[in-house]
């Protein structure tokens, strides 16, 4: 027999739509996504994030995308007529979101605003979250590309958060990079500096750590634990739904549901769209960088053409001007 | 940054053609092999498992099989005319080796035999160990489907173990049901009956474990390390070599040639071939069961049909007769 993890306090939050639309530039059907909520509501999973809530002013080439990159109350209201247990969540980014556009939370379906933003930008970043906590909303900010914050900047940044009002604090592996001892060693030191705050961690595939590094969170008692169904995500994807729903022991969480939710929309869409443990992705997560350049490479006639790239991003007067 | 594994006194046992037989019936090219056994040495990897060294006259069906399936000295001379630092290694099954086949190991280009049983037959997988021992091999014993092996059986064998010649003993997860936390128990388990035995982990992959599974063995010393190059092994596969290789701390170790296999070999092989994290084989490792029954539903038109594959392996009265 194996032995599940002990989950008491820990929240699933699935990122499918929002993380995922990165990899088909947010084009997901009305059936969908409707199909996801119900899925995640009777699987037990406690919330949705059913998208971007930026402007479409403050963005380029905004014209292409998907409705779920710019969410509209309105536009919500018909896709979700009937809010379920599952409660709704919408990311944020610095600089791209107007306020305006986010109304009083009890005129929203929204329940949560996440505000993600690099260390630099945490001083603006908490800005937007008191401002959504004094409109009624869970607020939640997400450090991102932790891999690459040096100690002092860390500090730095925990000072002003343990000042704010902000529920949880994310700590994010954009790269993929990090190890189950580097995701303990951070949450402990979070934990120590922001003892009063709420944890949550959002993880990438690109070592296929996404599910053993959620793992060490839930041991740690983290509260806010992002994933999505069959790890739909950016690049090497995100920790799949389907295993915290399968491992996490927690009576009200059932894995059916997710399985349904695979079987019929995302063995389909994987056919159509890329992401998962792919070897680019793991050469960038390797090195402990952005995988933009492994985006680029996927798109090209020479995609699996992985040690010229490896070669290339490790010549240091090729990668890095030296 | 992120941080590596320190793995002193850890070693690679690079299994893609014994494991990855399972997946294509041993039908690899004697160039395929050359090229992986030229990949790992340039690599650093101490050991290849170049195949099976059962009798072909003591299995069914075996005609069809590739030659790694039923290695003969006298191929393996044509096949590694030149023998580099990586050692070669042979597992054979209780009951399906003839003992005449194996050499003195002067005579032979083996430098390892692995024996794998199940917990039932440690008595008799030990008889073998030691005759392979006194024919001057180096041995290990690889206990099978461990999550399966109730305390009692477990005291038992490690009893007739210790008393034994064999050099390493492994803990094999078969049904890659197994979190770390589950390994960190086992191997601390190990280590407490088997002080003076050196230890070793066979990982599998099905609820995307095998690597953080493998990196917990790295820290608590386990000094061999099973892995499958792109992860080919059986069903979910194992614990992909190239993972290792980039984030163990050894300056001998060297990502590059295993990204080299991986492009010219590996990649080609997965477009015909099938391993990996698919929704069958994660079901089969959350209930602790043989990848068998998902196996067979791979082969079949619903293939993706996982949700009804579940029902069935969950319903109590189908599943198990009650």
Redesign the interface.
Known sequence: ???K?SATGCQIVDCTIRDGGLVNNWDFSVEFVQDLYSSLNEAGVEYMEIGYKNSPKLLKGADSAGPWRFLDDDFLRKVIPQKLDTKLSALVDIGRVDENDILPREESLLDLIRVACYIQDVDKALALVELFHERGYETTLNIMAL??VMEHQLLEAFKEIAKSKVDTVYIVDSYG??????FSLLIDKFRKYLPKKRLGVHTH?N??????NT??AV?KGVELLDASV?GMGRAAGNC?T??LL??LKNPKYN??PA??M??KHM?PLREKEEW??I?PY??TG?L?EHPRSAMALRSTADK????DF??KLTTPEVAHGN
């Open positions: 027999m194996n032995a993890a891999s690459n990079s990090l190890t189950p001892a580097d595939n070592m296929q750590l996404a599910f053993a793992l060490i041991d069959y799949p389907e295993l399968a491992n894995v059916r399985l349904d695979i079987d063995i998962g443990y070897i793991m050469v390797m402990d699996d053409k992985s040690v490896y070669d």
